[in-house]
């Protein structure tokens, strides 16, 4: 008997060290990244397949507990709670824990990011006093109650009630019907003690809008509060390792200091007050401080990216199949068809991961305090909506690709890519649809990062558009998009320029991005003038507005990617990082190259001349895909796929 | 407390007749899926949540046995062992148990149509006698061990021995490493008694290809037979209630009439002899037998897409969110962002309905003898890899799209998106890789359906296209894409053509399959007169003869949606369906609109307007998309799906 897979290795090639493009990945948190990896890479953290649900959301919890006693669970906290001050190390975090069980990411993302994050960034020094320490080192589980089964979308619309009672000095919190009970609550069915609800704050028969209070689940033994009604969320597509739930509120009493008054307090007396007037804005400040999941969900989404690929091109290499008549068979990964399929999403994942790095130090910039222009939040906020719908999607189309790549191979739990998928999926959803997440980017492309829009009600865009002229949306754009608008339909320029060309390409995606955003105010404008009702218009203009915020992450994708091939120190990796730069470049023009010729931009021989280019990327960098892999710097025990392994150990 | 759900009902619209509709969607086997629609939908047949393997085996293994004994089991088998010698019948079968438990579909599938078919397509008449009654009633549980470890695609390949012994008249099955073991192999894990084994077949020391013989598994009891070693494949993704696993054969003997002779056959002293001489001939012309398995793999995916469809459009007409200022909310499948996601996947799945419906009469005709031609046998074999590729990638598509608009109640295991995507899944890599697939049609389209060409070896292909010269391999095309193809690049002519004009549609389709065909045999001829090596031309033009693949499978499901929109009596549904076949149409033209922009066929201005009436067709059709999805005639008990009922019942 030989082995079971060939274990020819790959083809020799001069190459680069892929530690050292590993360094350049880890970035400034390398030595936390490497601290994660051990706790994952420790015995116990093994993946244990086919644990049934209870078991399964036991093992979670005692993951989660081993990563807070490692320290390692709230370095985005303040130092005096455990943390280092540190959001930044927050998201890096979360990232390296994405390439591990996603259950447990979740698990921690709730308690320590939502549920801890609730409670930093929307209360105020009793709330961080009373609970900040214990949420850190999980000594009090909590669950972040946003979500309700008839509103998921649309937060502004939630239905649970927070009511003033200033005879007692209590708030009532009130599910009123099915519609407005908490659905789909992590950390709810089991776990949690405590939970940030988020309800319509009710003072004195006024409505001021959403607002979160800190309000009793259970106790420590499991019993639940009075009037708390929970159940289970039962089997999920994936994560079952985490415990979601339904919450219903029965007229729940909690005291005046359970509202996380940062934002907006009321006073003993029964008198509401808020440092932010316009409730519009207040809304959508409050949302703004919870950021974080979008830009941390974004991050694992690309994880789990690298997980798929290292897992499909390690088996490209090495499964042979086919070959040239009356000659050994060759790896799959020598065909053109297979490179296509997995190099440009190999490079859109390396272009996602530069991307990510960039909007983590935004927003860590931002969050603390090193950055404190309101644009720029506003910037950071629009940026993490587009790149986490955007991640998403390219995680499950990443992963997707590399079951398929893998056959009946990858068809088998064991190999994990089923298990990637399933718990990857909801990402798409959850913090925010992805489509809604688009349109919501799109509008502050539109509106030049105005707050004042309101909600992501159409109506409220329209209006704003409307009221402003066309010209001043577009002033907002770069100067330069503006110039390529105009100078829209003479694509002759272009034919002697090389497609190679980092500053070309980059014209390019520039263009793209200011032209889609001019022509879709201009058709506001234009429908708006002819008297459409505003509500048709924003349906008319939607799938276009999406369209602009997908070039923009794109566009931002790029800049970031080119900003690392630059800054790169050594020649070989520098190479190779530019080439899969080119081909994240020209793979994504070639997506688009209906859209390019629709504007006159490239000639028809220019797109042919662009797919031509991708073929010969794809075949110039299969040489370098198992090293590309091998510098995600996922540990085996991590990986824990056996068709991933670097190397098939002889099975008899 | 209202419902969970709010159940406004679908908008008010004159609509058509949806059961008119299914009944043409039911067509000619009306009968017979309501006969396995009252099966399905008997309460022992309801889905279990939450099976563990071993029970959900045992439930399969019962449901096939309930369906064998309605009756419903081999309709395509002879009079005489008990079918009604009716292939097509077999095929809507296996499409209407389609919209039921997945496992079941594949345990079905294994047993009556891979088991059965291999015994009954290259069986001869004592083979007959001996298994196909036996088979028919699930007496007999066997398997189909062609796939090895080694080698899935690459059937050629195979490294299982069958080697004659003269003394002994028997074959000995072996078995020689560990890449050659049977893997993935249906009812090998617990039920198979007997397996079809593909295996080398040896003659006195002399290899005469892949052939297939009738190698006992284990006795009735369980027990395994002397040589044969069994492993469980474990876990996979989905379809847990099928007992896939691994076969060794250690030199197990079988009579001399275990094999199965229709194409060949070995003398009691050891003389090969065979109806066909040429062995690859020989070799494609028994696969070829097998082609119903992806025939009916196909339409089993489209049923999965009504499945996903039906629930997602359901759901997106009574799930309100966001809405015009001060106003109700709306079903948010008033949103064209949401109708741009599920109405051109509707209209492509009624599409590829149609597209099935022509195969399977296809498929119908060859088998019952009705059309003998060699030229349609090879067109159906062609056909049927190309749309086994494109229905199940759609499934899989659409199954994704379907849970993404559901959002968390989508993730809901009880509303079975991700048990439907789980189990549809492999069905793009079983029955033939869909990369492979779609190769293996091109190379039909390129080479006019020739069998010489040997196997998939790109080499043997490049031989034979070099072989001939290009024209007459174009000539080979209907002559009217020929005239598409000279005619390129004069736009003009098109601008005023209504887009909606059914034969303006075809004309495109066509030129398109036309143009790409003859496109990658004239890039073979070229690289081949430079003296280019022949698997390297091949690798250079994969992806562009894919594309050629996709084309023609595009093409004829335009033509089978046409031709029953003009079949179609009833004027209402007439209307409705013509119209869903112009979304069809043109979201297919617009999703490749840098194609026809990039061969000068369309303009800019007009691509453009492809897109506008995209949008039209979406709001038009929007009103229709619940009678749509109902006409698809999937039972409430079948589709199983709380948030897919066509009424939400008040929870309270």
Known sequence: MTTLVSTTAEPPHEGFDPALLQQLLDGKYAALRDQIRAVQCRPEFAPVLGLSRDAYRVQVMEWARAVAAAGLSVPGFPAE?????DPGANVAAFETLGHGDLSLLIKF????????????????????????????????????AMTESGHGSNVQQLRTTATYDPQTQEFVIDTPDEGAQKDYIGNAAVHGQMAA???QLIVAGEGHGVHALVVPLRNKKGKLHPGVQIEDDGQKLGLNGVDNGKIRFDHVRVPREALLNRYGDVSPE???????????KRF?????????????????????????????????????????????????LDYRSHQRRLLP??????????????LAARFDAVFTGRDTAERSRRELEALAAGMKAQTTWHAMETIQTARECCGGAGYIAANRLGELRNDMDVFTTFEG?????????????????AHEVGDLNPAGLVTFVAAQAVETVVERLHARQIVQVIADAVPSRDEKRDLLERAYQQELFEWREGHIVAAVATRFRRRLSRGDDAFEVFQAVADHAAAAARAYVDNF?????????EACEDPQVRAVLGRLCDLYALSSIEADKGFFQEHGRLAPSRTKQVTREVNELCAELRKDAGLLVDAFGIPDAVLAAPIGLPTVTQTT
């Open 81 to 85: 709670y455990g943390g280092q001050g």
């Open 109 to 144: 993302g709730v308690q320590f990011g939502l549920w801890g994050g609730a409670v930093q960034h929307l209360g105020t020094k009793l709330h961080h006093d009373t609970y900040l320490r214990a949420i850190g080192t999980l000594e009090l589980p909590g669950s972040f």
């Open 197 to 199: 609800v988020f309800a």
């Open 270 to 280: 029964g008198v509401y007050s808020s440092p932010i007037e316009n409730p519009n």
């Open 284 to 332: 959508f400040t409050m949302l703004g401080t919870l950021v974080q999941g979008r830009v941390c969900v974004g991050a694992a989404a690309v994880s789990a990216a690298k997980n798929a690929l290292t897992i499909a091109v390690r088996y490209g290499n090495r499964r042979h199949q086919f070959g040239p008549p009356d000659q050994p068979e060759v790896p799959i």
């Open 345 to 358: 999403l190999l490079a859109r994942t390396y272009a996602l991961h530069f991307a990510q790095q960039e």
């Open 433 to 449: 649809d992805n489509t809604v997440l688009t349109l919501l980017c799109a509008r502050a492309l539109l509106t030049g990062y």
């Open 557 to 565: 994708a790029l800049e970031a990617f080119s900003g690392a091939v």
